[in-house]
């Protein structure tokens, strides 16, 4: 029998434990690597001293503002050098760290302002207007607005607020970190983008934080230096904890605007770019890019890929450009990526190109700071893994959140039974690898049979005029509903409606076949997801 801690008559103290949090990584960094290129964006360089030392003043000038431990602290920024900072620099004072998604709508805006009780707001200029028209439309108390201007992307300073770079030169450089006393200590909160009613608000601790990043640097068998490019954003997820996790190896975070195959091109060349993540439309956009977009390079570029199953083919057309793909699964409620699609290579080195595609759009198995995840029926219990029997992921592990602020119910709801209910429909395959099936609101009934729209999506995505694809369910008289499939062709693409249903039933049941293709642009959120509740209401109405 092993010791109970009891037993022993030892206890924790001050040399042998110190609560996990993801700012130790940046403390150590600035004393390890002080003079190794931290932050880039255009003519902003710094280095890790640097950097430190921007976000102890940034947390200095918070504190002086009257932020306390445990307020809160909203972001409205693209990934920019102060949206980097504002992640060391907001829990460095205690607070809490609230980044924003900058394409919401005002009444939104407003809500999370308001539900979050954000005290202060770092906003860049262009979307100034938006945050003072959601303060403008808030009830109670009100975020002090910090503006943050790029005048090399065209949005010099308005005037109207403080300026930040005026805030930190005027802030206290010596200011001592608050570190946190207890790891289940807030360190952010993020809005779920849902789709109907009010977002929900995700709070996520240090220890989380912490365990996401080493699990991340063990998942990506990343080594010291890697040069990482900020695809992802970092309000989704904290941009899936990457940029806590890049001073643990003296790593280079380059910051990316605007994100476009050119930006993503451009910065492998001019800055060597090693790693970077992405939903799959970004690796569509790669694939897809002009000839005059593209740089050849002589490394290769690990990717991480989320948010929506990879279409098998544009997986096997990326990879061919020097680019390495592993799919990863996650939701804002467990921080960002928590699955991976671990490649077995003495296993599966030898499979041809189409069927190492299909491998490596699974979502695969728990991350290593993970403790289980699984496919369970309503009843919590295991389907069998044969790759065909349906159930929902169930997740549990330490990168799991704290739960859904003044939420109690959906928090109760959402961890029944001692795991995290993912919403996602999935299989789970004989060697344990997990394979969404679709989202349980987008499976399709159609005479009875179920019918991922996923599989649909993959099977039209392999043809050469297509673009992107999405499959929704579209109300039928006969068989209650039938899939229908919205699609954006490339340019000078011909393919018509006949052609594309033609091609689907080549590889489909003819009840998994589109009944009907429409042509249009697909509504996307800013992470690249496709919007298909407003899909389904074009299907309605057709």
């Known amino acids: 029998m092993g010791w109970m801690q009891d037993e022993t008559g030892l206890d924790k103290c001050a040399a042998n434990y110190v609560p996990l949090t993801p700012l130790s990584h940046l403390q150590r960094a600035a004393k390890v690597f002080p003079n190794h290129l931290a932050v880039v964006y255009g003519a902003h360089r710094v280095t890790y001293a640097e950097y430190h030392d921007r976000c102890t003043r940034l ?57 979050g009780g954000a005290k202060v707001a770092l906003v860049d200029t262009q979307f100034i207007d938006l945050a003072e028209a959601s303060v403008a439309a808030m009830d109670g108390p009100t975020p002090q607005i910090i503006e943050v201007p790029d005048a090399d992307a065209g949005f010099p300073a308005t005037g109207r607020h403080p300026q930040y770079e005026d805030v930190l030169a005027g802030a206290d450089e ?34 989380g934080a912490y365990l996401m990043t080493m699990g991340t640097v063990v998942s990506w068998r990343l080594t010291l230096h890697p040069v990482y490019l900020t695809i992802v954003p970092l309000f989704h997820c904290n941009g899936w904890n990457h940029t806590w996790m890049m001073p643990v190896l003296g790593g280079t975070v380059v910051c990316c605007r605007d994100i476009t195959a050119k930006a993503i091109y451009d910065a492998i060349q001019t800055h060597r770019v090693t790693h970077f993540g992405g939903a799959p439309i970004v690796l569509n956009m790669i694939v897809n890019a002009q000839a005059s977009e593209r740089h050849r390079f002589d490394h290769t570029v690990e990717v991480f890929t989320a948010g929506a199953p990879p279409a098998p083919a544009t997986l096997s057309k990326i990879e061919a450009l020097g680019f390495n793909v592993t799919q990863v699964y996650g939701l804002t409620e467990t921080y960002g990526h928590v699955t991976e699609c671990l490649w077995r290579g003495e296993d599966w ?38 790759g065909t029997t ?19 119910e959906a928090t109760a709801e959402a961890f029944e039974g001692g795991y995290f209910h993912s919403g996602d429909i999935a299989v789970q395959h004989p060697d344990g690898y997990i394979q969404i099936a679709d989202r349980a609101k987008d499976i399709i009934i159609s005479g009875g049979e179920n019918i991922s729209s996923v599989e649909v999506e993959g099977v039209l995505m392999a043809h050469d005029d297509v673009n992107l694809a999405a499959v929704v369910a579209k109300p039928d008289d006969k068989w209650g509903e039938v899939p229908c499939a919205f699609v954006e062709l490339k340019a000078g693409a011909t393919a ?24 249009q642009e697909l509504p996307k959120t800013s992470t690249g997801k496709i919007q298909k509740f407003e899909l389904r209401k074009v299907a309605e109405a057709l």
């Not at 289940?184 to 109907?196: D, P, R, V």
């Not at 595609?357 to 069998?384: C, H, L, N, S, Y």
């Not at 349906?390 to 330490?398: A, K, L, S, Y």
């Open 59 to 115: 947390a200095a000038a918070l504190a002086a503002m009257g932020v306390a431990p445990g307020d809160v602290v909203a972001t409205l920024i693209p990934n920019l050098p102060a949206q980097a900072e504002a992640h060391f620099g907001v829990p460095a004072c205690g607070a809490v760290l609230n980044t924003i998604n900058m394409r919401l709508d005002q009444a939104t805006v407003s809500y999370i302002f308001e539900h």
């Open 174 to 207: 010596t200011f001592a970190w608050l570190m946190p006393q207890d790891e289940w200590e807030s360190i952010a909160l993020s809005y779920t983008s849902g789709t109907t009613g009010k977002p929900k608000g995700v709070v996520h601790h240090h220890r």
């Open 390 to 408: 349906q159930g929902e992921i169930m997740i549990r592990g330490n990168a799991v959140m704290k739960g859904y602020l003044k939420n109690p």
């Open 349 to 386: 080195d030898g499979l041809d190109e189409a069927a190492r595609a299909q491998i490596k759009a699974r979502q695969g198995v728990a991350m290593p700071m993970m403790e289980d995840i699984t496919v369970t029926d309503a009843a919590i219990t295991q389907t069998p893994m044969d």
């Open 496 to 519: 018509d409606e006949a052609a594309l249903i033609a091609f689907a039933r080549e590889t489909l049941a003819g009840f998994k076949a589109p009944k009907q293709v429409v042509f």
